[in-house]
């Protein structure tokens, strides 16, 4: 078998810190890997001007899959303000560079599993009806649809006049012809049958192989008739070819209420861009929070497996590091399947549930302490703490 190479992308912040440690996990576990590191992030954004350099791109292009840490984002004034001043007034404009990514390679598949492990003193409690404390089983998969919707990035603030013209055929956009330009801003929410299809595809073929037995559109059609109508659409379509899995639909806003009320009851959910990182972040909040979640962005040949939280630059200077590796460590397992990998994948999902299970390690988070270098003498374990123990646990 040719040996795999996978592009590294520890990006910004704690991204330089857990990345590591998932290789660590990889090479313990036996998967025979060369890796090559490749840039990513602010530092690129500010010394370059671009985020996502095309020596990345050709990288990942070449090898095809990638494991990628954390980057840090800022609002359109700041990234323009840290720019070197040699490449300010240039032209240059800050795009997110996961956005980036999957945008160039159409990693239009999302996948978000948010699946509790026992143990977990983050995971969601509630009360029960004679007041007794209930642990619900939390094992939701979140399909987000990854290129399109409001992070297509087509907007605009003082929209060209062609732009403006064309809008005002529409009825609904009278109340806004007499705005000044500079005082207008717009995002389009892009959604293609092709794409809602595709998703929709993924999803139910993931609820049949893994034995889920629902699948739910979570939408908005009944104010966004025409995109999350497409959506919901094209997944009753879909649904005609699986008639053993119930097919449900919510909208964006009570789902958010009911995860909380009865988050058991929801296996694979399907939503758009914007609405999928909602629903998947507050899926991640009942199962520990982002030191536990991790996504899968799968296109047509390429995979970019990654933890969803953000850089945390505050936390990354700290010696010893103390951030929490089981999101990074998640995500490599992810990576494991996607190549075929799975023994290995269910090994390392196996040894952090028996680690989180045992409740001897825990990471500041899972302590529910506030972050800082204090939290070791409290007891909290280390980053290389936690992924020692994960490693011991493999067997």
């Not at 330009?181 to 993931?206: K, M, P, V």
């Not at 972050?371 to 007891?379: E, H, L, R």
Request: aromatic fraction near 8%; charge should be negative; hydrophobic fraction near 40%.
């Amino acid at each position: 078998m040719t040996r795999r190479t996978v592009v590294t992308l520890p990006g910004d912040g704690i991204g330089s810190i857990v990345l590591p440690e998932a290789l660590r996990v990889l090479e313990a576990v036996g998967f025979d890997a060369e890796y090559v590191e490749a840039g990513i992030g602010w530092e690129h954004w500010v010394n370059e001007g671009n985020p996502l350099p095309e020596r990345t791109v050709e990288l990942i292009a070449e090898h095809k899959v990638a494991l990628f840490g954390a980057i840090t984002s800022k609002p359109k004034d700041k990234a323009a303000a840290e720019l070197k001043p040699e490449l300010r007034g240039k032209g240059f404009v800050y795009f997110s560079p996961i956005v980036g990514l999957r945008q160039r390679f159409n990693l239009d598949i999302s996948i978000r599993p948010c699946i509790a492990f026992p143990g977990n003193p983050l995971n969601f409690i509630r009360r029960g009806p004679s007041g007794e404390v209930q642990e619900p089983p939390v094992n939701a998969v979140i399909f987000r649809q990854n290129t399109e919707g409001l992070y297509s990035g087509v907007e605009w603030t003082n929209p060209p006049a062609d732009l403006r013209r064309a809008m005002a055929q529409h009825p609904k956009f009278e109340p806004f012809v007499d705005v000044p330009g500079e005082d207008l801003a717009i995002s389009s929410r892009i959604f293609t049958r092709t794409a809602c299809r595709r998703i929709c595809e993924q999803a139910f073929a993931y609820a049949d192989a893994h034995g889920y037995d629902s699948v739910t559109i979570c939408e908005k059609p009944n104010v966004l008739r025409e995109t999350s109508g497409m959506m919901v659409e094209e997944g009753r379509r879909v649904h005609e070819r699986y008639p053993k899995i119930a097919l449900y639909e919510t909208n964006i806003d009570a789902q958010m209420m009911w995860l909380t009320k009865n988050p058991e009851d929801y296996g694979v959910i399907i939503a758009g861009n914007l609405f999928g990182d909602i629903i998947s972040d507050g899926f991640a909040g009942l199962v520990g929070g982002l030191g536990f979640a991790a996504s899968a962005n799968i296109g047509t040949g390429v995979g970019v497996f990654e933890p969803t939280h953000g850089s945390a630059p505050k936390y990354a200077e700290l010696d010893p590091p103390i951030v929490n590796p089981i999101a990074m460590i998640l995500a490599a397992a992810m990576m494991l399947d996607w190549l075929g990998e799975t023994d290995r994948a269910a090994r390392i999902r196996n040894a952090v549930a028996a680690v989180i299970a045992g409740g001897k390690v825990r990471t500041y988070d899972m302590m529910k302490l506030r972050g800082g270098p204090q939290v070791i003498a409290q007891g909290a374990a280390t980053t290389t703490q936690m992924t020692d123990a994960i490693i011991a646990n493999l067997s």
